[in-house]
């Protein structure tokens, strides 16, 4: 099994080129990124800022863009160097135990990154073609079918596919600003610092939540490994400003787009009066009252592509984290799938008990549970890139590393406060429903706390002899030669598929005529399912007469041979035939099933692999 961060794409994309084609080369990962930065979480948060404070939040914008792109370099550097995303990082220095919790809460932030992109491509096609809720929110996960025809296609095909995305979410407020006319000079004002507090803070976390996002941190590391670079100290010096240059100018995008969203808000709602606009559906309700047809057109269409888009980089993120945590492989559309439905769930609960209206104050609330989740991942990525064991002579430099934990400080601190002040105001609303909040909530909370102050003290505490250990598999032993391993019994599990020959010749040269062979079939027929070996239908005495011919060739050749049949599922029968007949090898077809067919139909192989406890020989 390979173990490079999103392997199936892993150095696929050539760089020795010159010029502007080696710049262009290097462009793409930070496009994947900056999706993120304007999904459409981003648009819950800043339209509720927009029309409840005016201008007066921007500058929280712009200190989430410098943050973020501070932390993204940090995160493409981690992967460049080290050749590590931050989770396959994250499971290489922390203790066990601890990378459990920190896959957890990495699942819980990407689950609340894919529910805003479902909403908001829900609430885009209901503006746009009138589509229920309930029914946008389903037809979201037909998606997995495209990720995985981008993904087949390659990484530049993907990342072409998102920059034109981008285009369009670009050129939409475009027109947008064109539309509703800001006033630049008021505009001007918001870039000046205010204090936070109430409302205001709990909506500038949710700010700083969607646009420095968490999964985003595990996904550059791995993106930029899909570029074949070269090595040496001067390789990396060179891949490291390239992908800089390429952060900065796709997250000073996404700064854009999300300052036209929040001054979109401002211009069009605040200065009209209308203070509490949290519904994405009531602002574009108010565009076309406000401005016509032309307004709410083009924020559903930029809405739908900004969904689509991350949907996208939310899949890969959550295949990094789970590849990386717990070194667990399963099929992109399985991950996509489970991804998708953590998400669906919340989402339909949500329409049907408290109605479509609800969903603005949902993609808020997912927004501060990913800023909640930032922590964990900045603390980590800060700490790897400091290591100047790791690093050597790329550790970022002390200004740096100074600004970096300032940045971590600021996330932690808005993080914690806001935490504190929600449960002080569950306690004074609760009634006599407290008793639950001091059992529940308060030591979940004082957890992850404790949880967090482990994650940041334990580089400094930890011997760098523990820090040395080998992701994921550890050292390689000593080989020692010993006598080769003979096989007595061998089994030949044939599904007259048409491979035969190529089967029984591999089983063949792995005992010669000192082993016993035992050729097995299992009839999958519906008779020998219900009936077992009582089936006598036709399918079972073609297939027994077939059986018994293979032994006959065999045992005429010099071979000694016996044939077994089984009835029903094809790896619990031949598991129970191991058993009996004390096979010590399997050699097996790989069922004839290709692609679609094997999520159809499954395979005999993935199946056997759980159930026997003998060596394997699979022939494709």
Not at 73 to 98: C, E, F, I, T
Not at 107 to 113: K, L, P
Not at 216 to 242: C, E, M, P, W
Not at 271 to 279: D, R
């Amino acid at each position: 099994m390979r173990t490079e961060s999103l392997s199936e794409v892993h150095s696929t994309v050539r760089t020795d080129k010159k010029g502007w084609r080696k710049i262009l080369a290097f462009i793409g990962p930070a496009y994947l990124v900056s999706v993120g930065y304007m999904d459409p979480g981003n648009w819950a948060t800043d339209i509720a800022g927009g029309s409840e404070f005016g201008y007066k939040l921007i500058w929280v914008l712009l200190m989430s863009n410098l943050i973020a792109l501070l932390l993204q370099s940090l995160s493409a550097r981690l992967g460049v160097v080290r050749g590590m995303d931050l989770a396959q990082a994250s499971k290489n220095l922390y203790p066990k135990w601890a990378n459990i919790p920190l896959y957890i809460l990495a699942e819980i932030a990407i689950a609340a990154c894919d529910l805003a992109e479902i909403v908001g491509m829900a609430i885009g096609l209901n503006l746009l073609f009138g589509l229920p809720l309930i029914w946008g929110v389903g037809l979201t996960a037909l998606d997995t079918v495209l990720l995985l025809f981008l993904m087949n296609k390659g990484m530049r095909t993907m990342e072409a596919f998102i920059v034109a995305l981008v285009s369009v979410i670009g050129l939409s407020f475009l027109v947008e600003m064109f539309i509703v006319s800001p006033v630049y000079s008021d505009v001007m004002k918001g870039f000046v610092p205010s204090k936070l507090s109430g409302d205001a803070l709990y909506i500038a976390i949710g700010i700083i939540g969607a646009t420095v996002m968490p999964h985003n941190l595990y996904l550059h590391s791995s993106l930029v490994q899909t570029r074949q670079i070269d090595r040496s100290k001067k390789g990396l010096k060179a891949a490291l400003k390239f992908n800089f240059v390429d952060s900065a100018i796709a997250l000073n995008m996404a700064f854009l787009v999300n300052s036209a969203i929040l001054v979109l808000a401002a211009a069009a709602f605040y200065v009209n009066g209308y203070f509490h606009i949290a519904e994405i559906q009531d602002a574009s309700k108010l565009l076309d009252h406000l401005f016509g047809k032309t307004a709410p057109t083009f924020f559903g269409i930029a809405l739908i592509a900004a969904g689509q888009s991350s949907t996208i980089t939310g899949t890969l993120a959550g295949q990094i984290v789970m590849e990386g945590h717990l070194n667990l492989r399963i099929q992109p559309w399985l991950r996509r799938l489970i991804t998708r439905l953590l998400a669906i769930i919340p989402a339909l609960f949500t329409i049907i008990y408290f109605g479509g209206d609800a969903l603005g104050s949902l993609l808020i609330l997912s927004q501060v549970v990913l800023s909640l989740q930032l922590g964990f991942a900045v603390i980590p990525l800060i700490h790897f890139t400091s290591d100047r064991k790791t690093m050597k002579e790329f550790t970022i430099k002390l200004w740096v590393k100074v600004l970096a934990w300032i940045s971590a400080a600021v996330i932690v601190y808005l993080n914690i406060k806001m935490v504190i002040d929600e449960i002080a105001k569950w306690v004074a609303n609760s009634g006599n429903d407290k008793i639950y909040i001091y059992l529940i909530v308060v030591p979940l909370a004082v957890a992850v706390l404790a949880l967090l102050i482990f994650i940041f003290a334990y580089p400094l505490f930890t011997s760098s002899k523990k820090k040395k250990k080998q992701w994921p598999h550890g050292k390689a032993e000593v080989f020692k030669l010993t006598e080769p391993v003979k096989y007595q019994h061998i089994g030949i599990a044939i599904d007259f598929s048409g491979n035969e020959q190529k089967i029984i010749q591999n089983a063949l040269s792995q005992g010669g005529k000192s082993a016993s062979y035992t050729l097995i079939h299992v009839v999958e027929s519906a008779a020998a399912r219900y009936h077992g070996d009582k089936s006598m239908d036709y399918e079972t005495q073609l297939d027994a007469a077939n059986l018994e011919a293979y032994q006959k060739s065999l045992e005429e050749l010099g071979y000694n041979a016996d044939s077994q049949i089984g009835f029903g599922d094809p790896a619990s029968e031949i598991s129970k035939l191991i058993t009996k007949n004390d096979i010590d090898f399997l050699v097996v077809g790989s069922h004839g099933h290709k692609r679609v067919k094997d999520m159809v139909y499954g395979t005999t192989v993935d199946s056997l692999r759980h159930t026997i406890q003998i060596p394997l020989l699979i022939v494709t």
